[in-house]
């Protein structure tokens, strides 16, 4: 109770020193978003400002806060989580999947308010949707010269300078000179003298480099230009580079100091193509500035990136039975523990995992923050256990386990929910239709111009049908040895994007009951295309066991059995090198369980052909 009356006060004042801001530069309302200027998820400290000033510590969001009211809004994943973080009493939470910042501002500001905003931290798409949703308040929008919540935040981090390193030629596929002239090419084609790219993991893809400039993602934050002749202009903090890097780079790609990103686009001359959706509208002003002729397209680093190259898929694959070895140690582990003396809890699970996945002299680190939700935690989509909410780990209930790698080189992201004890029939039910809608995906054959939208229906039928669903997407993209959130495609009730062989994308339904219980089943999968029929199909990657124990059989048919079957048969494989013989004996008690009539214990059925390829 103490403790947060602290966090109340500190808020309050941090809120009152802005709003005095805001009346220094003439403003009604500022509005933040959970960014910073590269549009990256996971934050640099020093860009934290959305925490800062209001508490959720959450991936997504954004605030408004006018001189008498303020509100903050986030996501399905953390409904439940900024409840909790954030003080009603100064905040009022909103869904942004119900209403969008430009709503809000309609529906509170009165006509013609001042809005200031740091067009560093907004594209010039958001900003005009914004525009649209207010256009009857005639709202006068303020792109302000510098942060105000950084002018308040006297403790501020400084950036952190890391350095950079090299993403091997042989493991991308392709060297960057090589990327650089496809791209290159393409802007020829259209008569494009050069494109603007800030997107960070783009940047690394095309320079084949990598870095440690935030945490969980290894990106290097920093800007580049992309020139007709397949010549780059890049610019980052020049500290970063080791010689090592500069030799390898070549002298096609230069180097610049950071700071010198904003003249050098307003001395850009001739066709520019710039993305409007990824890019700040601070870099479209300068364009405007420059007096160039803008070219509005995505970002041409965007697809080639997500369709992973052979040597990249191979190379994801290692990391992944790398991965499979740390999380059946750990499943072993977690089984042997008598938890009933109340020694296991969700930050002793999180520290254990982290342990077995330390152990490979490949690993780099986790790629995102572990989620280990034991019970009602497990209902909070993005939960993260601290000190204070800490729980033991006993009794009868689920722990759910989401959690990911990344190693030389790839990105894992794997959730497994674990039966503790005893558990009612009502979790079995929905333990298993979210493990149905599962296989749904891993089992499905499509055409080329199938959409995300489609297979995303597909993934939410056994659960629909029966009065259920889930308040995220299905599946996201992932990168290789990048972000474990790529874009490119995805499975979402939203994605209007197709896939293409060589995209790796996560399988993640779930069902979540606030207060009870959550269930989620992960695996990533590899889109790969059939050249018999061309038909596209996924080739899952993952290599964990799933819990048996929580299945309620008689819902299971029988092309789901045989699925299971053969991929826990293909865990089976895989891992038995790696594993000693407790750990594997272990391991074929738990993968073909005496619980149905159609699964037979220590079967040596030959592995599914598409799971071992």
């Not at 508490?55 to 969001?61: A, D």
């Not at 105000?148 to 935040?153: F, R």
């Not at 072993?332 to 995992?353: I, P, Y």
Request: glycine share 6%.
């Amino acid at each position: 109770m103490i403790e947060g009356k602290i966090v109340q006060k500190n808020i309050s004042e941090k809120l009152a020193c802005l709003r005095n801001e805001m009346v220094c530069h003439g403003i009604d309302c500022l509005i933040m978003p959970h960014t910073d200027e590269f549009g990256s998820e996971y934050l640099p400290a020093h860009a934290e400002h959305l925490m800062w000033i209001t508490g959720f510590t959450g991936s997504s969001g954004a605030a408004a806060i006018l001189k008498d009211k303020a509100m903050v809004m986030t996501d399905g994943r953390y409904t439940i989580q900024i409840k909790n973080e954030v003080d009603e009493s100064l905040f009022e939470l909103c869904d942004m999947t119900t209403i969008t910042i430009g709503d809000w501002l309609d529906l509170n500001c009165a006509p013609e308010t001042v809005v200031g905003y740091d067009p560093r931290l907004y594209t010039k798409k958001q900003i005009e949707s914004i525009r649209d949703k207010t256009r009857n308040k005639n709202l006068k929008f303020k792109a302000l010269e510098y942060n105000l919540i950084s002018k308040i935040w006297t403790d501020q981090p400084a950036p952190a300078i890391s350095l950079v390193e090299i993403f091997p030629d042989e493991i991308a596929g392709l060297t960057s000179l090589e990327k650089r002239q496809r791209i290159a090419s393409d802007l020829k084609h259209e008569n494009i003298d050069s494109c603007v790219i800030t997107v960070p993991d783009s940047i690394c893809w095309l320079l084949n480099i990598r870095g440690s400039d935030i945490d969980f993602n290894p990106l290097v934050l920093s800007y580049l230009i992309l020139n007709q002749d397949s010549s780059v202009d890049w610019f980052i903090n020049e500290k970063k580079i080791p010689e090592s890097v500069q030799n390898f780079l070549g002298p096609d790609i230069r180097i610049h100091p950071f700071e010198n990103f904003g003249t050098s686009i307003t001395h850009l001359k001739g066709v520019v193509q710039y993305d409007d959706s990824r890019s700040s509208i601070w870099v479209y002003n300068l364009l405007i500035q420059a007096g160039v002729t803008i070219v509005i397209g995505k970002d041409p680093c965007i697809m080639p990136k997500a369709c992973k190259t052979i040597t990249e898929q191979l190379s994801i694959k290692q990391a992944h039975i790398r991965d499979g070895v740390a999380l059946t140690r750990f499943l072993f582990w977690l089984e042997a523990q008598d938890l009933e003396n109340g020694h296991v809890t969700e930050l002793s699970v999180e520290e254990k995992l982290e342990e077995f996945r330390r152990s490979h002299a490949t690993y780099r680190g986790p790629s995102f923050s572990t989620i280990a939700g034991w019970a009602d935690h497990a209902a909070i989509v993005h939960y993260r256990a601290t000190a204070s909410s800490n729980k033991v780990i006993k009794g009868n209930g689920l722990l759910l386990l989401d959690s990911g790698g990344q190693y030389e080189y790839g990105t894992t992201d794997v959730t497994r929910t674990i039966v503790v004890g005893n558990i009612n029939d009502e979790i079995k039910d929905r333990f298993t239709r979210v493990l149905k809608s599962h296989i749904a995906v891993a089992n499905a054959r499509f055409s080329p111009e199938t959409l995300g939208s489609e297979l995303d229906h597909l993934a939410r039928y056994p659960l629909i049908e029966h009065g259920l669903n889930f308040a995220h997407g299905t599946g996201h993209g992932v990168g290789c040895f990048l972000s474990v959130h790529e874009e490119s495609t995805g499975i979402s009730p939203r994605s209007q994007s197709s896939f293409r062989p060589g995209m790796l994308v996560s399988n993640e339904p779930g069902y979540y009951l606030e207060g009870s219980f959550g269930i989620r089943h992960e695996n990533l999968i590899l889109c790969q295309e059939d050249t018999i029929n061309g038909q596209y199909y996924f080739q899952t990657i993952t290599c964990v066991p799933f819990d048996l124990r929580g299945i309620d059989w008689k819902l299971m048919t029988d092309t789901e059995k045989e699925w299971l079957d053969g991929y826990h048969q293909y865990v089976l494989d895989t891992l038995t090198p790696f594993l000693d013989d407790i750990e594997l004996q272990w391991l074929r008690s738990v993968l073909f369980f005496k619980n149905s009539d159609n699964l037979i214990e220590g079967t040596e059925k030959e592995p599914d052909k598409d799971l071992r390829n």
